[in-house]
């Protein structure tokens, strides 16, 4: 049984790396883009995304007991076909 | 139009003339992966609906399933996002004093060389295959005096008209430049004389 915080806490250590990355590729685009609309627009695009999947599962988190713990050898195993 | 502002080390009544890409072609690649990456989460969702739905009943898996998925996509849309920011800043600045190579490779790494127009001596644009003939963009080949090396606009749009707007650009650019442009000449004179009597002394050249 994993607690379902720690799946949270990989999640945001991660996302935090998917920031860093982002942020040197946004500003990278922006810095020597040209002032042009594909620029503006492409990174408008991209922050959009972002913005409604990271939204998307908070929002989704929200509502999910994270005291609960995913038990995995549970789900491969007993009543259920495995999914791969 | 850009603003000529915006190029490094401007030049005095410098007036950017074009700035050429890459055909958006060769990006087609990345747009077709961009639009599977779009359709990818509602086609996983439909897939696990139809082979295991018992799945969406244990919250605490769909969660992970949410999380995990999530993070791929975001990912993934930076992979696209990043190799069209490589697409989009390689980029061939043509000025009426010189031409621009900027070239972005990854996302750390950034070349900018530039050629001032009243040395180019030749020109070649090259279009070769059946989609570039089709939708008319190749390789523009700009040959500077004394140097073996070209300036190379890859896969650039019309490049038969680019060569003849950088031939006729570097005509005018060589009348209103004359004594820079013999200045020139005459240095890359020197420095080939000078480097092929060290060759010479090395018994590299005859």
Known sequence: ?????????????????????????????????????????????????????????????????????????ALLNVGQTPLF | MFHVNKLPGALPDEKPVGLYRRHPITILALIISFIIVIVL???????????????YLNQQLMAVFV??????????????????????????????????????????????????????????AKVDGFVRTMLDFGMVFVQTA???EYFTFEDVHHPNEIAKKILELAEI?????LDEAIEAIESTEIEHHNAIKEKTARGLEP
Do not use: C
């Open chain 2, 146 to 148: 004394g140097e073996k």
């Open chain 2, 41 to 55: 989460p509602f086609a996983a969702y439909l897939f696990i609906l139809i082979l295991h739905p018992t799945y």
């Open chain 1, 1 to 73: 049984m994993i607690p379902l915080i720690y799946f949270l806490i990989l999640w945001v250590i991660v996302l935090g790396l998917f920031f860093i990355l982002a942020g040197f590729s946004v500003l990278q685009m922006l810095r020597f883009g040209l002032a042009h609309p594909v620029t503006e627009i492409s990174t408008a695009v991209f922050a959009l995304i972002v913005a409604v999947v990271i939204v998307g599962t908070i929002g989704y988190l929200a509502g999910v007991d994270l005291k609960y713990g995913l038990d995995i050898s």
């Open chain 2, 67 to 124: 999380m995990f998925g999530g993070l791929f996509f975001l990912f993934v849309i930076m992979f696209i996002y990043q190799n069209f920011l490589d697409y989009w800043l390689d980029m061939w600045i043509v000025t009426n004093r010189r031409i621009m190579n900027i070239e972005q490779n990854g996302l750390f790494s950034r070349t900018t060389s530039e050629l001032r127009l009243y040395r180019v001596q030749d020109v070649t």
């Open chain 2, 173 to 177: 650019d060589r009348k209103e430049h």
